[in-house]
């Protein structure tokens, strides 16, 4: 790290900027960029496969004459999205919308008009995609020490002080600048460790357990999650989070400085900001 | 990202008067997306490499799993109060509306193909067969699940009973049904024929099978998706190879719908 440092400092034609750092490894680097593509690809085919059924339930069993927690419907060319019970109109969202009766409206969705058995082959396709270069990335993480060196959080970062000084820091819009930048915040650290160790095997795990064959086999899957409806359920709620994860990263992005973050996630290298003006 | 230098900083002013409106231009922008969007869907390269991860999950999940597993068996409590019925909900041809006027009592079912004596059964036969009856969920390919309780004939008493050919790869079901005019069949492997849990079924939840459900014979294979669980099964054949027989894909979904053959997820 020094010597990119050095290096990168000398080579740096205007005296005045921050140094260009190497701080994205490639295989981070390969890993986002595939992530980046399969994670809409599975998003979209999920909401096409979700709308052959758009209601989800708890327990071992659940169809139309049950009671689902929630339902994306529409009656005429109104939709709604009811929670518990509770309705909420969401025509040109949910439920109805591009004159289209699905529960995702056709712009999201692979394919775009409805075909459960195109969205279950894009699905599974690209689960392998993800399922292997996921596992090659958790080998690098250990390997490498990435996860120990760049996610683990450190011991001084541990402190409920220090998170919510984090915490504080990012309500502000205001994000690490200087020697600072060099590595991932807590929060963002705490960001990454949610996707990798509850959010993906999560996903994994409950898209398992819709499988019959697998149910069958690894009962004990099944029951873990509280039967297959409900793993379908936690499936929907993970896919949630991972769109609540890309909307917050993206944002995140924007405002750090989009170049910058840009080049550092393409090329590997990235500007150290400006420390503060205190 | 036109060249004309009257385009970008004059452009918005001259906008209100122009008919594409920035609304057109997004929708319009949406409609290309999607346009591109079910052209790669539609190209064979990437079809080819969808099936692939069709085939993984094929392969992976036989490799994985013991073949003889059996599906969760539940309780009559846990029973769904209400099973809905799916698919054809009845076949309504002529022939099919006088078996079950008279309750199927003329109805036969054959089992034959390679085997060394086809066999032919009526309803009182299959009755008094050795029988199985097991409380599973069926789940559907949409993502439903229901639990019911099923009672029929182990399949692979009926394959041995004709003699089925060691060379037999598949077990072909054909049904009274159809769609379209397009008859409805589906086809399952040794694997799945020979599962302890793989039965022929003449009831549900404790009563002859009801038209909607599938009467008189309907086959439950309980580690597959709903669609691989044909209903209003008239004939039994098996086969070394599913080439040529209706789109040769196995099934009616598979060879019409682009469903998977394996229903495994």
């Known amino acids: ?278 | 990202m036109s060249k004309d230098p009257t385009s970008g900083l004059i452009m918005p002013a001259a906008a209100p008067s122009s008919l594409i409106t920035r609304r057109n231009a997004l929708v319009g922008g949406a409609g290309l997306l999607l346009a591109g969007c079910d052209q790669i869907n539609a190209s064979p390269t990437v079809k080819s490499f969808l099936s692939l991860g069709e085939k993984a999950t094929h392969s992976a999940q036989r490799l994985v799993t013991d073949r003889n597993a059996l599906a969760r068996e539940f309780t009559r409590a846990d029973m769904s109060p209400v099973f809905r019925q799916n698919g054809n909900q009845n076949p309504g041809t002529t022939e099919y509306n006088a078996l079950a006027a008279n309750n199927f009592a003329d109805w036969t079912l054959s089992v034959d193909g390679m085997v060394k004596q086809p066999i032919r059964l009526s309803l009182a036969q299959l009755m008094a067969a050795p029988r199985r009856t097991q409380i599973t969920r069926h789940d559907c390919v949409e993502g439903w699940s229901a639990i019911g309780e099923w009672s029929g004939v182990p399949l692979g008493l009926l394959l041995r009973r004709a003699g089925m050919s060691a060379n037999a790869k598949y077990v072909v079901f054909h049904c009274a049904d159809s769609t379209g005019g397009i008859p409805y069949y589906e086809s399952i492997d040794m694997i799945d024929a020979f599962h302890p849990q793989t039965i022929l079924a003449t009831h549900m939840n404790g009563a002859p099978l009801t038209v909607g459900h599938g009467a008189p014979l309907r086959l439950r294979v309980e580690r597959q998706l709903g669609y691989k669980q044909a209903k209003y099964v008239m004939r039994v054949e098996a086969v070394a190879s599913l080439d040529g027989i209706h789109g040769g894909k196995g099934g009616y979904w598979e060879d019409h719908r682009g469903y998977q053959w394996f229903a495994g997820i």
């Not at chain 1, 999205?81 to 969202?93: N, P």
């Not at chain 1, 289209?100 to 712009?107: E, H, N, Q, T, V």
């Not at chain 1, 994000?175 to 705490?190: C, D, H, V, W």
């Not at chain 1, 069958?216 to 873990?224: I, N, R, S, V, Y």
Request: glycine letters at 8%.
């Open chain 1, 1 to 278: 790290m020094a010597t990119h440092y050095a290096n990168a400092d000398a080579e740096s034609p205007r005296t005045d900027e921050s140094p260009l750092i190497y701080r994205t490894r490639l295989p981070v680097r390969i890993w986002h960029w595939i992530n980046a593509l399969s994670i809409f690809v599975m998003l979209m085919s999920g909401m096409m496969i979700f709308n052959a059924h758009p209601r989800l339930y708890w327990g071992q069993y659940g169809a139309n004459f049950d009671h689902p927690w929630l339902v994306i419907g529409h009656r005429g060319t109104s939709g709604y999205l009811s929670l518990w019970g509770h309705e909420i109109s969401t025509t040109g969202f949910l439920g109805y919308a591009q004159n289209a009766p699905y529960a995702f409206p056709p712009l999201v969705t692979i394919p775009s008009s409805y075909s459960l058995s195109d969205g279950r082959q894009w699905h599974f396709a690209f689960a392998w995609v993800l399922l292997i270069t996921g596992t090659l990335f958790m080998v690098y993480n250990i390997v490498s020490g990435h996860l120990q060196r760049d996610l683990a959080l450190k011991r001084e970062e541990r402190s409920f002080a220090h998170l919510w000084h984090d915490i504080k820091e990012h309500a502000r819009l205001r994000f690490p600048t200087g020697e600072a930048a060099r590595s991932y915040n807590p929060l963002q650290k705490i960001a990454y460790l949610g996707v990798l160790f509850v959010l993906i095997p999560t996903v994994i795990l409950t898209g398992c357990t819709m499988s019959p064959t697998l149910n069958a086999a690894f009962p004990w899957l099944t029951e873990l999650f509280g039967g297959r409806p409900s793993a379908r359920s936690i499936h929907f709620l993970c896919a949630t989070g991972f769109a609540l994860f890309i909307v917050v990263h993206l944002l995140a992005v924007l405002l750090a400085g989009p170049f910058n973050e840009l080049r550092s996630i393409i090329t590997g290298w990235y500007r150290l900001p400006k420390e503060r003006s205190k």
